[in-house]
């Protein structure tokens, strides 16, 4: 434990033996409901995993069946290969988008962790849930959802894609 002001030293993280990324991030995602409260899943992580039950093509899927909102924010390790190169990177980030939440890659903005953390809570703090019983729509698959302010002005729409029957 050390005070909140105290920086943590990022580049000196050093992964061990094995990684439950994924397992770890189902369990998070398919945490019950309640209704009164939203949930908001933070991950922290390089990306790599070598020992999870579940693959990285399932995972967007998956995070379409949720109710919380994903924001992943990735680092680069050294000796640590980046999912930045393979499918792996795209399942992180179409999972993210899915849920309405966001993947900050190594090296882009907001570099540090703290940053993207209060990016990810504002956004969470600002946004609204909007009920809605669907008519006339198939009940099973995947269904689109769109969401556009009428009113004039200038607005950042940060929603899920959709949700599965």
Do not use: C
Not at 16 to 41: F, K, Y
Not at 50 to 64: D, H, K, M, Q, V
Not at 76 to 89: E, I, L, Y
Not at 126 to 154: C, E, N, Q
């Amino acid at each position: 434990m050390a005070p909140a002001s105290r920086r943590v030293p990022v580049d000196a993280i050093r992964s061990g033996d094995l990684t439950s990324l994924l397992d770890a991030m189902l369990m998070a995602l398919a945490r019950a409901p309640r209704p009164e409260r939203r949930q908001l899943v933070f991950v922290f992580t390089d990306g790599y995993d070598n020992a999870s039950l579940l693959g990285y093509s399932a995972l967007p899927a998956l995070a379409g069946r949720v109710d919380a909102v994903l924001h992943i924010v990735l680092v680069k390790v050294t000796g640590v290969p980046s999912p930045s190169t393979n499918a792996a990177f795209d399942a992180l980030g179409a999972a993210a988008a899915r849920t309405g939440g966001a993947l900050y890659p190594p090296g882009e903005a907001p570099a540090d962790v703290v940053a993207a953390f209060r990016l990810a809570l504002e956004a969470f703090r600002h946004g609204y849930v909007l009920y809605y019983t669907p008519t006339g729509v198939a009940r099973s698959g995947w269904h689109d959802i769109k969401v556009r302010v009428t009113r004039a002005g200038a607005f950042d729409i940060q929603a899920r894609q959709g949700y599965e029957g």
